[in-house]
């Protein structure tokens, strides 16, 4: 899949691939792994040493602030400008990464990937029910003409189901299998987070609050619906972007000021939100 595929996480903690796609990409990096044990690290040869990632400025987040987030230039930023900056970024790498895996896959040149190539690029066959159910599935709901090709854009939404609803439907729907342990169709806290039931502590405030947000009829259990917003790219960005203005907006007045910004710069730096969506670009990126 080259290495463009691990751009398609986000380091937000939001799963962006397929589940199915995972657990190949996964399987091919066991095999690597197997492959390298049978190696001498005396016969390796690295190459040059890639240079360290820039680090991020405050000169470099200003700029972007400026430039991109603050669209009516009144030196304010609100949570819709950061929301809009965030979405616009992420559908414009999304187009990118598909564009150079369209260019790796579509080997007749054809434009468009059949769920036939697919299935040979992915490895899955017809023996594998489940995986195939679950790629015919993705693969018809990424289709939006139903020509049985995916173009660029039907691609990217099928390699990034956060950005198209019917795909990430799929998506939702097997998840939400794996969680619902008895199968009543409705998700409990101890099924949404099992280590909650044994008392462990760690990450259980996290999924809480993550179980409260997709409660939105506060009856205490998350049925497949509300469930589905949890694959939603809106609803892990209005997480983030909640969690940064918390902590930014000293005045809780709904907004930031580019000045807070190189006031704060040792503490925005540090945040999820600018420490993944504000960095400059590696050479590796701009490739």
Excluded at 120 to 128: A, C, F, M, N, V
């Amino acid at each position: 899949f080259g290495s463009s595929t691990s751009k398609l996480i986000s380091s937000t903690g939001m799963r962006l691939l397929p589940l199915f796609l995972l657990s190949v990409l996964s399987q091919e990096d066991e095999a690597l792994d197997d492959e390298n044990l049978d190696i001498d690290p005396n016969d390796m040869d690295d190459g040059p040493t890639p240079p360290p990632p820039p680090e991020l400025t405050v000169e470099h987040l200003l700029e972007q602030l400026s430039e991109h987030v603050d669209h009516d230039k009144d030196g304010s930023i609100t949570s819709g400008d950061l929301m809009r900056h965030i979405e616009e970024k992420e559908r414009a790498d999304m187009m990118k990464n598909a564009e150079n895996e369209m260019k790796l896959w579509d080997n007749d040149k054809s434009g468009g990937l059949t769920l036939f190539e697919i299935q040979q690029l992915t490895g899955i066959s017809e023996e594998q029910e489940e995986e195939m159910q679950i790629l015919s599935e993705s693969f018809e709901a990424a289709d939006d003409d139903h020509n049985g090709h995916l173009d660029v854009k039907e691609l990217g939404h099928f390699l990034m189901p956060a950005f198209a609803p019917k795909v990430a439907a799929v998506e939702a729907k097997r998840a939400f299998k794996d969680f619902d342990a008895d199968g009543d169709g409705k998700l409990l806290m101890s099924e949404f987070h099992p280590d909650e039931a044994e008392g462990a502590e760690e990450g259980v405030e996290e999924a809480e609050k993550m179980f409260a947000t997709l409660d939105t009829n506060k009856d205490r259990v998350v049925d497949l619906k509300e469930f589905e917003a949890l694959h939603s790219f809106r609803t892990e960005v209005e997480r983030v972007v909640q969690a940064f203005m918390e902590n930014a907006d000293k005045d809780k007045d709904g907004k930031v000021t580019i000045d807070d910004a190189r006031a704060n710069f040792d503490v925005w730096k540090e945040q999820d939100l600018v420490n993944y969506w504000f960095q400059p670009k590696s050479h590796e990126d701009e490739l």
